[in-house]
């Protein structure tokens, strides 16, 4: 699964990393523009989460179960049922 990370820079010096929900298939164009708009309704708050932008990248995860459940048992895929 692929997911994209920004990393702002807060008011204070710190940075916060924030996963946005996007389709796979946008460009980098789309998501400067979506940074700016974003970073332009920051700055006519009063406090200022988001000061900047420092890295957006994509992010490629496995997710393996560990646990499946079902009515009324538990499986254990990597065990061996008995």
Not at 51 to 72: M, P
Request: glycine residues 2%.
């Amino acid at each position: 699964m692929k997911k994209l990370k920004l990393v702002f820079v807060t008011q204070e010096g710190k940075r916060q990393s924030f996963y946005p929900h996007v389709d796979k298939k946008i460009d980098e164009s789309q998501i400067k523009a979506a940074v700016d708009y974003f970073l332009q309704l920051e700055k006519n708050t009063h406090e200022k989460m988001f000061v900047k932008l420092e890295k957006a990248s994509w992010i490629e995860t496995k997710t393996t179960h560990l646990i499946k459940r079902y009515k009324q048992a538990i499986y254990y895929p990597n065990s061996k049922n008995v």
